[in-house]
């Protein structure tokens, strides 16, 4: 009989092991495979964001479809003006001459990221298994004036995996899967990030 009793009272210890390991280790794994994940799709948002403003700086407005984005960085080419006091009448300070250049746009996006980047693979959310960001870019009226707006993103649900549940928020109050992560707004001329 005490043989019984001690073998239960090693299998319940085994188990209470194994139960309190668990409950460490998932927040933890949970915790470790967000920040790393929402990292990946923080810099990826970022390369777009900077790309959408070369493309604003050949265009004037923001690409609403990563196929233009894309071909008109690509090809496209960005004005340079030059101001400069005119030679002929170095007195004289109001008068100019003006001089325009161009530079490629693509040169501009490698000087920005210090190396070429593959501007067809911008599309793709990390970890999502083929999935692409969210475009979207218009013009407004914003008090009074008609601005250029975009707005790209992805909601964690789609990046995050085996932790795409609403479970997980025990694990932090303020995670929300159907929360997006994106930088811009269609309501209003911002393309700040919200991470």
Same mark, same amino acid.
């Given at each position: 009989?005490?043989?019984?009793?001690?073998?239960?009272?090693?299998?319940?210890?085994?188990? &209470?092991?194994?139960? &309190?390991?668990?409950?460490?280790?998932?927040?933890i794994a949970f915790h470790s495979e967000r920040d790393k994940r929402k990292d990946a799709v923080i810099n990826s948002l970022k390369k777009i964001q900077i790309a959408q403003d070369v493309y604003r700086m050949v265009t004037g407005k923001y690409a609403?479809?990563?196929?233009?984005?894309?071909?008109?960085?690509?090809?496209?080419?960005?004005?340079?003006?030059?101001?400069? *006091?005119?030679?002929?009448?170095?007195?004289?300070?109001?008068?100019?001459?003006?001089?325009?250049?161009?530079?490629?746009?693509?040169?501009?996006?490698?000087?920005?990221?210090?190396?070429?980047?593959?501007?067809?693979? &911008?599309? =793709?959310?990390?970890?999502?298994?083929?999935?692409?960001?969210?475009?979207? *870019?218009?013009?407004?009226?914003?008090?009074?004036?008609?601005?250029?707006?975009?707005?790209?993103?992805?909601?964690?649900?789609?990046?995050?995996?085996?932790? *795409?549940?609403?479970?997980?928020?025990?694990?932090?109050? =303020? =995670?929300?899967?159907?929360?997006?992560?994106?930088?811009?707004?269609?309501?209003?001329?911002?393309?700040?990030?919200?991470?």
């Open positions: 009989m005490r043989k019984v009793i001690n073998l239960v009272l090693i299998l319940i210890t085994l188990v &209470l092991t194994y139960w &309190l390991y668990t409950s460490v280790r998932e927040p609403s479809n990563f196929d233009t984005l894309a071909s008109v960085i690509k090809n496209g080419k960005i004005e340079i003006v030059k101001l400069e *006091a005119d030679p002929s009448d170095p007195t004289n300070q109001d008068k100019f001459v003006k001089s325009v250049s161009y530079k490629a746009a693509i040169d501009s996006i490698t000087s920005i990221y210090g190396r070429s980047i593959n501007l067809d693979s &911008l599309r =793709y959310v990390p970890f999502a298994e083929g999935k692409t960001f969210d475009i979207d *870019a218009d013009t407004l009226t914003h008090q009074n004036t008609l601005v250029n707006v975009v707005q790209v993103g992805t909601r964690y649900k789609e990046f995050m995996g085996e932790f *795409a549940s609403p479970a997980y928020q025990k694990y932090d109050k =303020y =995670y929300d899967p159907e929360k997006l992560i994106k930088f811009g707004d269609m309501n209003s001329p911002n393309t700040n990030g919200n991470w």
